[in-house]
């Protein structure tokens, strides 16, 4: 053989690339060096079934005295594997109960599941055309850039307008602009009384949606302040709790 250990080191991943890349041409160019490489090659096989007949070999051998071991162990002391088995059963039980039951909720998902069900269509306003219903109409169209645009023209005539800040930061949670639906909801809570406006409640669902560090844990916070001094929102705040 032309150098077992030069074909060794390539079928062990020794080679650098360029040896590994010569190895490769030798084999096309040289047919004596593809026969020695085949009979290396087959000199391994043969060598690792014959590795592997004598390890399912030790293998049956220590089974079967495990096999005899384990037999001995649960005829004379079979009382022993009660509590263990039992506490097997009680951790699997719990394990699954956690999964299925006690594990916190995708904060993220429970907010995108309050949005689907109750924002896919606004109220429209009882009475006129005004710009305000003009964009709650191209919203509920599924036209949220036209709406978008429509409430911030309302805000560029009145930067504390209630009902446009609301829309557009309710527009802006709708596309995924969580930081400027943020923006728009505290600056909304901090103008109105929070009895009458539900900015909080909607601040706390934006930050759920929006899931950064600390976000899911503030929006808590909010939710639980909601309930507790009897807020606006107070029963889906605690729809959302009782999610959480």
């Not at 060794?8 to 004596?32: K, M, N, T, V, W």
């Not at 391994?44 to 051998?61: G, S």
């Amino acid at each position: 053989m032309d150098s077992l250990e030069y074909i060794d080191a390539y079928f062990s991943g020794e080679s650098s690339p360029e040896e590994a890349s010569l190895f490769e041409q030798r084999i096309q160019e040289d047919p004596a060096f593809a026969g020695e490489v085949a009979d290396y090659l087959g000199a391994r096989a043969a060598f690792k079934e014959a590795a592997a007949d004598e390890r399912k070999a030790r293998f049956r051998e220590l089974y079967r005295r495990d096999a005899i071991g384990r037999a001995e162990v649960w005829r004379l002391a079979p009382r022993r594997w009660i509590p263990l088995a039992a506490a097997a059963a009680v951790l699997g039980v719990i394990a699954l109960a956690w999964l299925l039951y006690l594990r916190p909720a995708d904060a993220s998902k429970v907010a995108d599941r309050y949005i689907r069900q109750n924002l896919t269509v606004l109220p429209a306003k009882m009475g006129g055309a005004d710009g305000i219903q003009t964009g709650i109409n191209l919203y509920n169209s599924g036209n949220f850039p036209g709406a978008l645009h429509q409430f911030e023209n309302e805000l560029r005539l009145d930067s504390l307008n209630p009902a446009a800040l609301f829309y557009t930061g309710i527009v802006s949670l709708r596309m995924d602009d969580y930081d400027k639906a943020l923006t728009l909801f505290i600056t909304l809570a901090t103008h109105t009384d929070p009895h009458v406006n539900p900015a909080l409640f909607y601040e706390a669902l934006t930050l759920m949606r929006r899931g950064r560090a600390g976000d899911p844990d503030h929006a808590e916070q909010l939710l639980k302040r909601i309930v507790e001094e009897d807020l606006n929102k107070k029963m889906d705040a605690e729809e959302l709790l009782s999610k959480l």
